[in-house]
C-alpha cells in the first residue's frame, strides 16, 4: 500500500530504455549457433547504481567486477552482458577476462573502466571466447529504441522461452519518473539472492546510498520470493541504475514521495520475479501462494516460499490434483510459529481447510480449477497479523529433458 499521494502508473509497452538517457544494444557475437549473446545497457551520464548478488559460495567473476566497479564510487555507465559461458569456476583467467570485458566495453564507449558492470550467464567451468565478445563488443552500438531493448533482451537469454521486461511511469515532485527493467532466468531459481540477471534502468534522482536501501527491500519482497527448483546459481545478480535525467529532488527516506519510488521499484521487480518463475523451465503454471495470519512478515514469506517450492505440492498442481495434504506438509516444516489446530487453506476460490480439519468441497471443480495457467494458494496461519506472497511454478517432464540435455 502506497503512502504516498502518487500511484505508479502502468506503461505496457516501455523497456530498459524508456528512462531517459538510457540506450542498449544486442547482438549475435559467435557464442551461441545463431542466436543473440552478448549485449549493453548504457547511460549517457554517470548513474547511481546498486546490485544485489547471489549467496552461492562459489560466485563467478564478473560478479566480483561488478562489485569492484560499485565500490569505486557507487555509479555506473554501463552493464556489458553475455550469454552462453558463465565464467564461473574459471579461477585466475577467468577474473582476468571479466576484467578484460570491462575495459574492452569502457575502451569503445570511451568511459573510465570503474564505470562498466560485468554479467555473463550460461555453462559453467568453461572459458570466455574472449576473443569473440571483443569483436562484439566493437559491433555494439547502443540505440534509445525498444528495438534496441529487444535486441539486449535477447541476448541475455538461455534456457528462456520468453524475454521479460516491464514498466513504469510515476510523478515525483511534479516529475515524471519512470523504472524499467529486463531479467532472464527459467532454472536454477531459488534465489536468496538472486540465481537470474535482473536489470533496473530509470531516471529518478536519487544517491546510490538511498537506492541500495530502496533495493534491498524490495528484493526481499520479490525476487527473493520466487522459486522453480531450489537451485542457487554462481553468476547471478539484481543491478539498478539511476541517472538522474528526470531531474527530481534528491529521492532519500526523508523525501515526502520516496514510498512512490519504493513502490514503483517493487512493482517493477514483482513483475519480472513471476515473469521468472512463469518461465520455469518445462513449466506450464505459475503458481502464487498468499499466507496471511503470520507472526512476522518474514515467516509468512517463509512459509508461502516452502509451499510453492514444495516438489509435492508442484507435482500437485501440475497433475491438477487438490490434495491438500502437500500443502499442509509444506508449512509443518518451516521454521515458522504455526498452531497445528489453527490453520485455513484455499486452492483458488474453494476452501479446503478450516482449523486444521478437512471441509467438502468439488473435487471435480477444483480440478478444473487446477488446470488454469495461473494457480493461487491462500493460507491462514491465524496466529497473527503479517502476511506475504510467494511465487513458483509447476514442475514437469519437460524439466527434466531440458535439464539432462542443458550441455548438448
Not at 530509470?202 to 527491500?217: F, K
Not at 508449512?331 to 490453520?343: C, E, L, R, T
Amino acid at each position: 500500500m502506497l503512502t504516498s499521494h502518487k500511484a505508479p502508473e502502468y506503461q505496457k509497452a516501455g523497456d530498459i530504455t524508456s528512462p531517459k538517457g538510457f540506450a542498449a544494444a544486442g547482438l549475435h557475437a559467435g557464442l551461441k549457433y545463431k542466436r543473440n549473446d552478448l549485449g549493453v545497457i548504457y547511460s549517457e551520464t554517470p548513474a547511481s547504481s546498486a546490485a544485489v548478488y547471489t549467496l552461492n559460495h562459489f560466485q563467478a567473476a564478473p560478479l566480483k567486477v561488478t562489485k569492484n566497479s560499485i565500490e569505486e564510487e557507487g555509479k555506473l555507465q554501463a552493464i556489458v552482458v553475455n550469454s552462453a559461458f558463465a565464467n564461473a569456476c574459471t579461477g585466475k583467467q577467468g577474473d582476468d577476462d571479466a576484467f578484460a570485458m570491462r575495459k574492452h566495453m569502457a575502451q569503445h564507449l570511451s568511459i573510465p573502466e570503474h564505470y562498466v558492470a560485468v554479467a555473463s550467464t550460461g555453462v559453467i567451468g568453461e572459458y570466455l571466447p574472449l576473443d569473440k565478445i571483443k569483436t562484439g563488443i566493437d559491433r555494439l552500438a547502443p540505440k534509445p529504441t525498444l528495438e534496441a531493448a529487444d535486441d539486449f533482451n535477447r541476448a541475455i537469454l538461455t534456457t528462456d522461452l520468453i524475454v521479460k521486461k516491464t514498466c513504469w511511469t510515476m510523478e515525483i515532485d511534479q516529475k515524471e519518473v519512470t523504472i524499467a527493467g529486463a531479467a532472464k532466468g527459467s532454472g536454477m531459481i531459488h534465489p536468496n539472492m538472486a540465481t537470474m540477471l535482473s536489470f533496473v534502468t530509470t531516471d529518478a534522482n536519487i544517491s546510490p546510498q538511498a537506492l541500495h536501501q530502496a533495493l534491498r527491500e524490495v528484493t526481499d519482497k520479490t525476487f527473493n520470493r520466487i522459486t522453480v527448483d531450489g537451485e542457487t546459481s554462481t553468476n547471478d545478480m539484481v543491478l539498478v541504475m539511476a541517472n538522474g535525467h528526470a531531474e527530481n529532488d534528491e529521492l532519500t527516506q526523508d523525501h515526502p514521495e520516496w514510498e512512490t519510488f519504493v513502490e514503483g521499484l517493487r512493482q517493477t521487480s514483482e513483475d519480472l520475479a513471476k515473469m521468472i518463475a512463469r518461465d520455469g523451465e518445462g513449466a506450464t503454471k505459475l503458481i502464487e501462494v498468499q499466507v496471511d495470519g503470520a507472526e512476522s512478515e518474514q515467516e509468512a514469506g517463509e512459509v508461502a516460499k516452502k509451499i510453492v517450492g514444495s516438489d509435492l505440492v508442484k507435482t500437485a498442481v501440475y497433475g491438477a490434483d487438490a490434495n491438500w495434504g502437500r500443502i499442509i506438509q509444506a508449512i509443518g516444516h518451516s521454521n515458522a510459529k504455526v498452531d497445528p489446530d489453527a490453520v485455513d487453506i484455499w486452492i483458488g476460490p474453494f476452501q479446503v481447510l478450516k482449523e486444521s480439519r478437512p471441509l467438502p468441497f468439488s473435487e471435480e471443480a477444483a480440478t478444473e480449477y487446477l488446470k488454469s495457467e495461473q494457480v493461487t494458494i491462500k493460507v491462514d496461519l491465524n496466529v497473527g497479523h503479517a502476511n506475504a506472497k510467494a511465487w513458483g511454478c509447476d514442475l514437469t517432464y519437460d524439466y527434466i529433458k531440458i535439464n539432462a540435455s542443458y550441455r548438448t
